[in-house]
C-alpha cells in the first residue's frame, strides 16, 4: 500500500516519442516500397471532377496497420471498465496487427534484396486485403467500446437502505419497520375487554365539548374452527379477539403447549390441508416450531410439507403475533382513536 501516491515517479511517456520516429520512418518506407511491388501507386482521387488531385495509395497501408496496432494495444492495456470479450477481441487484433507488421517488413526486404519490383501474388492478395481488414477490425472494436462506455454509464449502484430493528421481533437486520406496542393498528392490537365503552385518551382537554356515548358494538360471530382444532373455550387469561379475519388460527394452533397442540417435528398435514390462507398456515407453523422461530424455519417447515408461503407474509405474520402475545402479557390495550367532538 502506497501511503503517499503523490510522491511517486512514474515513468515518463516521452521517451515513446524518440521510439516512435525511428520505428515510423522502417515501417512507412518498408510498406511504401512493398505498395508499389503490389500494385498500389498513385491514383486520382476526383476523377472527372479534379483530376490534378492525386495521392499515392501505397500510403494506405503504414497509416492502417500501424494505426490500428497502437489503438488496439490501447483497448486491450486499458484500465477502463470494458467487457472481458473486448478485451479479449482488442489483444488478439493488436497482436495480429504487429503480426502483419512484421511479416510487410521482411517480405519488402526480401524482395528488395532479391532484385525483384513486383511480388508474388500471394504476398499481393495478402497486401491487398489489409485495408479492407483494418478497416473492419477498427470499426468492430470501436463499436464495442461504445457499448461497454454506455454500460458503464447506465449500471449505477444504487444505496441500499439502511435496515432498522424491530424491538418485538428478536432477528433484526430484517429491514422491518420498528413497531410500538402503544400504537394500534386493527390488525395488531385487539380491542378492550369492554369494546362499548372505548376510553378517552384525552378527556380533561380545556374547552372539548362532552361526546356523546357511541353506539354499542355488536359482538363477532364466532368463526368455526378449522379440521382437527379443539372446541374447548380458552382461559380466562386470553386476550378477546374480536377480528376473527386478521387472527382465524385457534389459539392451539399459535402456542406450542395448548392441548391438542401438534407435537414438535410433526407434520399436520390435515390441518395445513384445511387452511385456505396462508397466515393460518405460518401460524400452525409456529405452533410447531415455536414463537422464537424465525421466518426462514418456518418457509423452510411450510415448503417440505408442500405448502409453500412468501416470505413477506411470514414475516408479517409473525410481526402481528408477537405484537399481539406482547399487547396480551402486558395487558389489555386501551384505543387511542380519540372521540370525535361535537360540532
Not at 109 to 117: I, K, P, S, W
Not at 209 to 214: E, L, Q
Not at 270 to 290: E, F, M, N
Not at 319 to 330: D, V
Request: aromatic share 4%; net charge negative.
Amino acid at each position: 500500500m502506497i501511503s503517499n501516491p503523490a510522491s511517486v515517479r512514474w515513468p515518463r511517456r516521452w521517451p515513446l516519442a524518440l521510439l516512435a520516429l525511428p520505428a515510423g520512418v522502417a515501417t512507412w518506407s518498408g510498406w511504401v516500397g512493398l505498395g508499389k511491388m503490389t500494385g498500389f501507386g498513385p491514383v486520382q482521387l476526383l476523377p472527372g471532377i479534379a483530376d490534378d488531385i492525386e495521392i499515392n495509395s501505397a500510403v494506405t497501408l503504414p497509416i492502417g496497420v500501424e494505426a490500428y496496432a497502437a489503438f488496439a494495444l490501447a483497448a486491450w492495456l486499458t484500465s477502463a471498465p470494458v467487457a472481458p470479450g473486448t478485451r479479449k477481441f482488442a489483444r488478439a487484433s493488436a497482436l495480429g496487427a504487429l503480426g502483419l507488421g512484421m511479416f510487410g517488413q521482411i517480405a519488402y526486404h526480401l524482395l528488395e534484396v532479391a532484385g525483384r519490383t513486383q511480388a508474388p501474388v500471394p504476398v499481393t492478395v495478402l497486401v491487398s486485403c489489409l485495408p479492407v481488414l483494418v478497416l473492419g477490425l477498427g470499426a468492430a472494436l470501436a463499436h464495442m467500446l461504445h457499448r461497454d462506455r454506455l454500460a458503464a454509464s447506465v449500471e449505477i449502484p444504487e444505496k441500499a437502505p439502511e435496515e432498522t430493528p424491530n424491538p418485538v421481533d428478536p432477528d433484526p437486520g430484517r429491514g422491518a419497520r420498528p413497531e410500538d406496542p402503544a400504537d394500534v393498528h386493527p390488525e395488531v392490537h385487539p380491542a378492550p375487554a369492554d369494546p362499548v365503552h372505548p376510553v378517552d385518551v384525552n378527556p380533561g382537554a380545556p374547552g372539548a365539548a362532552p361526546a356523546p356515548a357511541p353506539d354499542p358494538i355488536p359482538a363477532p360471530r364466532p368463526e368455526p374452527l378449522p379440521v382437527g382444532a379443539t372446541s374447548e373455550p380458552a382461559s380466562a387469561g386470553d386476550p378477546v379477539e374480536v377480528h376473527p379475519e386478521v387472527h382465524p388460527a385457534p389459539a392451539d394452533l399459535v402456542h406450542p403447549g395448548a392441548p391438542d397442540a401438534p407435537a414438535p417435528g410433526a407434520a399436520p398435514s390435515d390441518l395445513l390441508a384445511a387452511q385456505t390462507q396462508q397466515a393460518p398456515k405460518v401460524r400452525i407453523a409456529l405452533g410447531v416450531l415455536g414463537e422464537d422461530a424465525t421466518a426462514g424455519e418456518v418457509s423452510a417447515w411450510l415448503s417440505d410439507r408442500g405448502h409453500p408461503v412468501k416470505v413477506e407474509t411470514i414475516r408479517s405474520t409473525l410481526r402481528r403475533e408477537r405484537a399481539r402475545h406482547a399487547a396480551a402479557a402486558s395487558g389489555p390495550v386501551a384505543s387511542v382513536t380519540p372521540l370525535r367532538r361535537q360540532k
